[in-house]
Each structure stands twice: as C-alpha cells, then as structure tokens.
C-alpha cells in the first residue's frame, strides 16, 4: 500500500521557517520523482519545486532561493526547506510522488494528505 505522510506545517510570522517532510513507503522510492505542490485558499494548485531521481531540481519562480528540496533515499524521506517566508506562501502543501515522465507534469500518481503552512503576523 502506497503511502505519503507529511508533516511540519504549522504557523509562523513572516521571515521565519520551516521544513516540511513526507516519509513514502510502498513503492520503488528511489527511481520515482518526487515534488512539493500547494494550494492557497481559492487558488489552484502549484508545483513548488521537485527532485528527480538523479537529484536534479526545479523550483518555481516564486521559491527560487528561498525553499530548498532533498531526498534521503535511504529514508525513503523527501524534504521541503523554507526560508525567509511571506504571507502568500501561505497554504496547503502536498508531498507527491511518481515516475519519470510524470515529473514535469501537474498530475502525479501518488499524493500525501496534505499539511497546513500558514505565515501570518
């Protein structure tokens, strides 16, 4: 049984930090890519940044030199850390996994239940 479970959202006054992990079991880890999505309030969701399985990244404009993504293969665990956040950063942020040619893609296969980041003074 796949499973994705996320952790260490909670709330945090502009400037601050915090990381994100999500722990996978279930499924080949190491070969899959993994990514952090979110999604504020009445938006849709974005892909934040990702990690192939040769640990090469991408992030989105809006996290460039602020979020960091890694993998620990060994733990099967894949963090997000955030530095220097901003109240539109607030949201619901998704752990997701899935193959190569799902990397770039808005849709993954497989998806945590989710944690909440909110950054409010």
């Known amino acids: 049984q796949v499973q994705l479970a996320e952790s260490g959202g909670g709330s945090v006054m502009p400037g601050g930090s915090l990381r994100l992990s999500c722990v996978a079991s279930?499924?080949?880890?190491?070969?899959?890519?993994l990514a952090w999505f979110r999604q504020p309030p009445g938006k849709e969701r974005e892909r934040v940044a990702l990690i192939d399985s040769a640990g090469g990244l991408t992030y989105a404009d809006s996290v460039k030199g602020r979020f960091t993504i890694a993998r620990d293969n060994a733990k099967t665990t894949v963090f997000l850390y955030m530095n220097s956040l901003k109240p539109e950063d607030t949201a619901m942020y998704y752990c997701?996994?899935?193959?190569?040619?799902?990397?770039?893609?808005?849709?993954?296969?497989?998806w945590g239940q989710g944690t909440q980041v909110t950054v409010s003074s």
């Open positions: 997701a996994a899935g193959p190569k040619d799902e990397c770039l893609s808005p849709e993954y296969r497989y």
């Open positions: 279930g499924f080949t880890y190491d070969k899959y890519c």
